[in-house]
Nanobody, 118 residues
Framework: QVQLVESGGGLVQAGGSLRLSCAAS????????MDWYRQAPGKQREMVAS???????NYADFVKGRFTITRDNAKKTVYLQMNSLKPEDTAVYYC????????????WGQGTQVTVSS
């Protein structure tokens, strides 16, 4: 009923930029609060950025000043602009939202790989 699809990942050199997209489909016609998470191999998943329905944003300290989260409600899409990328940003990046369909629950995308080389 709900699907989130991330795109835009890839291989980039340190200092480069990427823009990730997360498109919602299925039962999602008006996107709620949206979050970006990331997980590196062998490490815990961590929150990167979030954006509310009113476009209020929040960022993890390690990406402040480098990453920007935005949303396009008409396209039901959230974006993560990543600048000044560092090797430690290498991870699988996931989009997440919460929806009420019979109950409140989390919905996750499949993830998109971001690899930053030195």
């Amino acid at each position: 009923q709900v699907q989130l699809v991330e795109s835009g990942g890839g291989l980039v050199q340190a200092g480069g930029s990427l823009r990730l997209s997360c498109a919602a489909s299925g039962s999602i016609f008006i996107i709620n609060d949206m979050d970006w998470y990331r997980q590196a191999p062998g490490k815990q998943r961590e929150m990167v950025a979030s954006i509310t329905t009113q476009a209020i944003t929040n960022y993890a300290d390690f990406v402040k000043g480098r990453f920007t989260i935005t949303r396009d409600n008409a396209k039901k899409t959230v974006y993560l602009q990543m600048n000044s990328l560092k090797p430690e940003d290498t991870a699988v990046y996931y989009c997440k939202t919460r929806m009420f369909i019979r109950t409140w629950r989390d919905y996750w995308g499949q993830g998109t790989q971001v690899t930053v080389s030195s």
